[in-house]
Nanobody, 124 residues
Framework: VQLVESGGGSVQSGGSLSLTCAAS????????MAWFRQVPGKEREWVAVLCNDGRTRYSDSVKDRFTTSQDNAGNTLYLQMSSLNTEDTATYYCAASRSLLLEGITSPTAYLYWGQGTRVTVSA
């Protein structure tokens, strides 16, 4: 399984950015895909998750500002980010589970597959 993120970059506070995660070789029929982010020196932070049983969840810090979705084939995961602020600056990672997660969706250890990350920088 390979996950490749793209779409990171620099944006001013209040702006918007969209990230894409392209999955290849990911054939799990029941699964969850998630976004995490990490700032140097801090733990990886869960951002959002989308499971193919219909669940979509967001962390409180991004709720109502970020939206995650996927294409019909389930091979591409998107993260649309709006009203960005400097605290959103981080490297964003796409993650995928081996099977459907019934618990622990916010924990990095629940996800087996990871992308290399894409950097998002929000300036004041």
């Amino acid at each position: 399984v390979q996950l490749v993120e793209s779409g990171g970059g620099s944006v001013q506070s209040g702006g918007s950015l969209s990230l894409t995660c392209a999955a290849s070789g990911y054939t799990a029929s029941s699964r969850c895909m998630a976004w995490f982010r990490q700032v140097p020196g801090k733990e990886r932070e869960w951002v959002a998750v989308l499971c193919n049983d219909g669940r979509t969840r967001y962390s409180d810090s991004v709720k109502d500002r970020f939206t995650t979705s996927q294409d019909n084939a389930g091979n591409t995961l998107y993260l649309q980010m709006s009203s960005l602020n400097t605290e959103d600056t981080a490297t964003y990672y796409c993650a995928a589970s081996r099977s459907l997660l019934l618990e622990g969706i916010t924990s990095p250890t629940a996800y087996l597959y990871w992308g290399q990350g894409t950097r998002v920088t929000v300036s004041a």
